[in-house]
C-alpha cells in the first residue's frame, strides 16, 4: 500500500472542500474516536461466533467504518508529521521486546513480566 497516494487522495478531497480549516489534530482525533465507536456498534451485541461470521450488510459497514478510520488516523498523522509506516515498525519493535514469545503466546495477558 503506497501510503503518499492516499495521503494525496485525501488531502485534494479535503482542500476541494476547503476542509483544512477544520482538520486540526483535535479535530481529526476526536472525529477518528467517533468512527471507532462506530465500528464498536457493529460488533456491540455479538456473540464471539457471530462477530466471526457478519452478515453481509454488517461487513459492508465494517468495511466503510475501518475506511474511515483509516482516512481519519492517516491523515492525524500528516498533520503531527508522524510517518505512520516508520511509526508502525518502532512500535511492533517495542511490542516484540514487551511482549516476549515465550511468555506471550497463548496468553492474553496485557503485561506480561519476566
Known sequence: MDLNHYKDKIQKFADERNWEQFHTPKNLAMALSGEVGELTEIFQWLSEEESKNLSDKDLQSAKEEIADIFIYLLRLSTKLNIDLEEAVNEKLE????????DLAKDNA??????
Open 109 to 114: 495477558v496485557k503485561y506480561n513480566k519476566r
Open 94 to 101: 517495542i511490542n516484540a521486546t514487551k511482549y516476549p514469545v
